[in-house]
C-alpha cells in the first residue's frame, strides 16, 4: 500500500497540471493572478494606457546614438535604440527599417533585444518584426508574460496575429524568475492568450531537473477561462476506505451548459463515477448529479456482519442522484426543485457525498411550482423524506398555499393565508389525512421614527379529514389520544404589539450613542381541545429571544397551543460615530395568563406550572473591536428550573487568514424531549443526556507560505472527541501542497455506546499560475463535519 500511496502522490503531481476552472457561468473572466502580491516582485509590468484599436497604422517613434538613412525606404539606427509604436516598444544595438513594401515593413533586430507590449516581454539577440501586423520571430529567446506568472525559454520564439506565442524547443513555468521547481519542455510550445491556453507537443513535464511526465500532447490553463480539460485530483486516506484517489473531467459543452466526470477509486470499496451537470436556460440556474459506485466490496462486508448493528439494505450497488433548480422561469412564475436521494442507510456515512451531510437523518425530494404578483402567492408544492432510522415523518403530497394580500384599505393591512396538504406516512400503523386551512388577518399599524404599535385580529379554520384510523385508535384505545375522521377546529386570535426607541449620547465614551428598545406583546389565543387531531407537521419552536414574541409556540398547524400570554422585553445597542453597532443586550421574558395547552393531557415540560413567568431569554452581541466579536445566547425555563440552552461564540480574525474561534452550546435534556420524540420515549441512557459542547477552530499562519489550520469539538458530557481535524498547506510562488488529518466521528454501538471513529488523510497539490487556484484556506475549513461559519457576519 505504501508504494501505491507514493505513485498516487506522483500522479496528483503531474496531473495537477490540467487544473482547469469549472466555477463559473460568467464570459469574459479576468486573468489569472497570483494572490500573493510578492510573487509578482520580478514579473513585467505595463504602466502605461493601453492603446486599443489599430495601432499598426500609428507611427514609429525611434531613438538612438546614431542615425542613417538609406534613400528612399531604408533606416538604421545603432546604438542604445529605442523604438515605440502604440503599445509595443524595443530595446536593441542595431534597428534595421525596412519599409519598400507598405504592406510589409519589416524591422530587423540584432544584439542585446528587449521586446514588449501589454502581453509579453521578450529577449534574445536576432529578431525580425513586421510592423503592420505585429508578426515577430526572435532566436535564441527568453521570455515572460506581462503582469502575470510564467516566463520560458526557446530556440526560436515567433508572435503572431498579436495573440499566439509559437516556442520551437521551448519550455515554460509559472515559478518566479530564480526559482526552477518545475517546468515544462516541447518540441512546440504554442501560447494562446486571447484563450488563456498553453499546448505542448512532445511534452516533457520535470520537477526540478527530474522528468516524471512524458506526452505527445498537453493542453494547459493560463487563466480563468472556462473549457474542457482534467481538474485537480484529489488524494485521500482513511482508514476504513483506505486510498481514496479521484481525478475529474470538466466539460465545457457550451457557455450556459457544462458537466464534469469524476472517476473515483476506494482502495477497500471499488471505482465509483460521479458526474454533475450544470444548466443556465429557462428553467432557471439548476445542478443534476448521479454517482454510481457498482459491487461496493467493503459495504458487502460491513453488511454480513451488519456492523455497529445498522439496519443495511440489501443492495449491491450504491448511487445518489441530486437535483436542485432555484429561478425565475419568468417575472411571475418560479420552479424550485431540492431533491437528492441515495441507494440505502449507509450511502452519507460511507462516502461522504457533497450534496448531503453527514449527520442527516433523511433526504428530501421537494418539488414547487409558485406563481406570484402583488396581490398574490401561489405554490403547488410536493414533498418527501427518504427516512435512515426512523419511518415516522409525514410527507406533503401535495401541497397547495395560497395568499392573498390587501393593503389598499387606508390604514389597514389585510391578509389571508390557506391551504391544503395531503399528509401521508410510510408507517402502516400511521393515520393519513387531508387538511384544509384558511387564515384570514386584519392588521392596523401605526409607526413613526421612534415608536410602533401593532394590532392583529384573525380566525385560524381548519378541517381534517383522517383516514386509516382503526389500528391506531385501537392501539391508543385506554389514552386520551383517539383521532376522529373528521374534524372541524375554529379559532380566533388577537395580538398587540408595541415598540419605542429612546436614544441618546452616551456621556460615558465620547462620540457613542445608546439606545433603549422597550418591546411588549400581547397575544391571545382561546383553547381548543387538539387531542382528536393528530400531529402531522408541528414541532416545539425555540423560545430565544426573538421567539419570546411569536404568536405561536410551535410550527405547522396541527398544534396551536391556546396562548393568553404577555412577551416583554428591552434591547440597548450601542452605536460609535460611524454609526457602527458595537454591542447590543437584549432580555426579554414571557407570562402566561393562563395554562398554555392543546389538550386536557399536554404533554410539556411540567404539567404544574399554569401561570406565571415561564421563559427567560437574552441575546448578546459585543464587537470589542474590528477584529474581535462575541455572542451569546442564554434561555431559561422555570418549568425544569434551569437552563434551557445556551451557546456562546468568541472569535479573532484580524486578516482573512487569521482567526480563532472558541464556541461552547448547551442543550437541557428536558428541553430537548419537549422537540424530539426519541428522547420522549426512549429508556436509552443516549438519549437521557444533556447536550454540552466546546470546541475551538483555528487558521493562522506560521511562515510568509506554510498555514495551519485545525478545530476540536469535546462533548464534555459523553466524555468524548465530536469532531476534529489538523491541517497545513505550503505555498510559494510556484506550487503548493495541502495535507489534512481528521478523525472523524461517524458512528455508535447501541449496547455499549462506545463511539465510532474513521481517520482520514487527505494530500492536494497545485501548480501556480496554472488555471484558478481557489482559496484554500476555506477549502481546508470544509473538512470536519462542523463547518466554519464566520461570526462576524
Same mark, same amino acid.
Given at each position: ?43 513585467? @509590468? /505595463?504602466?502605461?494606457?493601453?492603446? %486599443?484599436?489599430? +495601432?499598426? $497604422?500609428?507611427? =514609429?517613434?525611434? *531613438?538612438?546614438? @546614431? /542615425?542613417?538613412?538609406?534613400?528612399? %525606404?531604408?533606416? +538604421?539606427? $545603432?546604438?542604445? =535604440?529605442?523604438? *515605440? ?11 534595421? +527599417?525596412? $519599409? ?694
Amino acid at each position: 500500500m505504501k508504494k501505491l500511496s507514493l505513485s498516487l502522490i506522483a500522479i496528483a503531481v503531474s496531473f495537477s497540471l490540467y487544473n482547469y476552472d469549472s466555477t463559473s457561468y460568467a464570459i469574459g473572466i479576468p486573468k489569472n493572478e497570483t494572490s500573493n502580491p510578492q510573487c509578482l516582485i520580478n514579473v513585467p @509590468k /505595463f504602466d502605461r494606457p493601453i492603446v %486599443n484599436g489599430d +495601432i499598426n $497604422s500609428l507611427p =514609429v517613434n525611434a *531613438e538612438s546614438d @546614431k /542615425f542613417e538613412a538609406i534613400y528612399p %525606404n531604408l533606416a +538604421i539606427y $545603432s546604438g542604445d =535604440v529605442y523604438v *515605440e509604436q502604440g503599445n509595443r516598444t524595443v530595446l536593441a544595438d542595431k534597428v534595421t +527599417i525596412d $519599409s519598400k513594401d507598405a504592406n510589409n515593413r519589416m524591422a530587423i533586430l540584432d544584439g542585446n533585444i528587449t521586446y514588449q507590449d501589454n502581453l509579453i516581454k521578450m529577449k534574445g539577440n536576432h529578431a525580425a518584426i513586421n510592423l503592420n501586423n505585429n508578426d515577430s520571430n526572435m532566436n535564441p529567446s527568453e521570455y515572460h508574460l506581462v503582469d502575470r506568472l510564467g516566463r520560458g525559454k526557446a530556440d526560436e520564439m515567433k508572435l503572431e496575429k498579436n495573440r499566439y506565442i509559437i516556442l520551437k524547443n521551448g519550455s515554460f513555468t509559472s515559478c518566479p524568475v530564480d526559482d526552477s521547481t518545475w517546468n515544462i519542455k516541447g518540441t512546440t510550445v504554442i501560447h494562446d492568450n486571447e484563450e488563456q491556453l498553453l499546448e505542448v507537443w512532445n511534452a516533457i513535464f520535470s520537477i526540478g531537473k527530474v522528468p516524471v511526465l512524458y506526452s505527445p500532447y498537453l493542453q494547459l490553463p493560463t487563466g480563468n477561462k472556462r473549457r474542457s480539460g482534467l481538474l485537480m485530483p484529489t488524494f485521500n486516506y482513511d482508514s476504513t476506505d483506505g486510498i481514496d484517489f479521484a481525478l475529474p473531467f470538466y466539460w465545457n459543452i457550451a457557455p450556459n451548459y457544462d458537466a464534469t466526470l469524476t472517476p473515483r477509486v476506494f482502495q477497500h470499496r471499488g471505482v465509483q463515477l460521479q458526474t454533475e451537470f450544470r444548466y443556465l436556460n429557462q428553467l432557471g440556474l439548476g445542478t443534476i448529479a448521479f454517482d454510481w459506485l457498482q459491487h461496493d466490496k467493503k459495504y458487502r462486508e460491513d453488511r454480513k456482519i451488519l456492523l455497529n448493528g445498522n439496519n443495511y439494505d440489501d443492495n449491491n450497488n450504491r448511487w445518489l442522484f441530486h437535483w436542485k433548480n432555484d429561478e425565475l422561469i419568468n417575472y411571475n412564475w418560479r420552479l424550485f426543485t431540492d431533491v437528492t436521494r441515495v441507494s440505502d442507510n449507509q450511502y452519507l456515512t460511507d462516502l461522504n457525498p457533497k450534496y448531503a451531510s453527514q449527520t442527516a437523518g433523511y433526504l428530501t425530494q421537494f418539488y414547487k411550482l409558485a406563481y406570484n404578483n402583488e396581490n398574490w402567492d401561489i405554490a403547488l408544492g410536493y414533498k418527501h423524506f427518504q427516512q435512515f432510522h426512523y419511518k415516522n415523518l409525514y410527507q406533503t403530497q401535495p401541497q397547495l398555499d395560497i395568499t392573498y394580500y390587501n393593503y389598499d384599505l387606508g390604514p389597514l393591512k389585510f391578509k389571508t393565508f390557506s391551504q391544503v396538504s395531503h399528509f401521508i406516512n410510510e408507517a402502516k400503523n400511521k393515520p393519513n389525512a387531508w387538511r384544509a386551512h384558511i387564515e384570514p388577518t386584519l392588521n392596523y399599524t401605526v409607526t413613526n421614527s421612534w415608536s410602533s404599535l401593532a394590532t392583529e385580529t384573525g380566525l385560524m379554520a381548519t378541517h381534517y379529514k383522517q383516514q386509516n384510523l382503526k389500528r391506531y385508535n385501537r392501539v391508543n384505545k385506554s389514552s386520551d389520544k383517539k383521532l376522529d375522521s373528521n374534524v372541524n377546529r375554529f379559532i380566533p386570535k388577537f395580538s398587540l404589539d408595541g415598540k419605542v426607541i429612546f436614544e441618546r449620547d452616551f456621556k460615558f465614551m465620547d462620540g457613542y450613542n445608546q439606545t433603549l428598545e422597550p418591546r411588549i406583546k400581547y397575544t391571545y389565543i382561546p383553547y381548543r381541545n387538539q387531542s382528536n387531531i393528530n400531529n402531522y407537521d408541528s414541532s416545539f419552536l425555540q423560545a430565544d429571544y426573538v421567539g419570546l414574541f411569536r404568536e405561536q409556540s410551535y410550527s405547522g398547524l396541527d398544534r396551536i397551543a391556546s396562548t393568553n400570554k404577555l412577551a416583554t422585553g428591552v434591547t440597548t445597542r450601542f452605536y460609535d460615530s460611524n454609526k457602527i453597532e458595537k454591542f447590543n443586550l437584549s432580555l426579554g421574558q414571557i407570562t402566561y395568563f393562563t395554562k398554555s395547552k392543546t389538550s386536557e393531557n399536554n404533554n410539556e415540560l411540567d404539567k404544574n406550572s399554569d401561570t406565571g413567568s415561564i421563559t427567560w431569554a437574552t441575546d448578546n452581541f459585543w464587537r470589542i473591536s474590528n477584529d474581535i466579536i462575541f455572542r451569546s445566547g442564554i434561555q431559561y425555563d422555570t418549568r425544569i428550573d434551569t437552563i434551557a440552552l445556551a451557546n456562546t461564540t468568541f472569535e479573532y480574525h484580524p486578516t482573512s487568514d487569521k482567526f480563532i474561534r472558541l464556541s461552547y452550546r448547551y442543550a437541557n435534556h428536558d428541553y430537548i424531549a419537549t422537540v424530539d420524540e426519541r428522547y420522549k420515549r426512549s429508556s436509552d441512557k443516549l438519549y437521557k443526556q444533556d447536550l454540552s459542547q466546546a470546541g475551538v477552530m483555528a487558521s493562522w499562519p506560521l511562515s510568509e507560505t506554510i498555514n495551519a489550520v485545525g478545530s476540536y469539538y469535546y462533548d464534555t458530557k459523553l466524555d468524548q472527541i465530536a469532531d476534529s481535524f489538523i491541517g497545513l498547506h505550503y505555498s510559494d510562488c510556484c506550487w503548493g501542497v495541502t495535507m489534512q488529518y481528521g478523525r472523524k466521528l461517524t458512528d455508535w454501538d447501541n449496547t455499549t455506546h462506545i463511539s465510532k471513529y474513521k481517520n482520514k488523510l487527505s494530500i492536494n497539490f497545485e501548480l501556480q499560475g496554472l488555471g484558478n487556484n481557489n482559496d484554500s484556506t476555506a477549502k481546508m475549513l470544509d473538512f470536519g463535519k462542523l463547518p466554519y461559519i464566520s461570526t462576524f457576519e
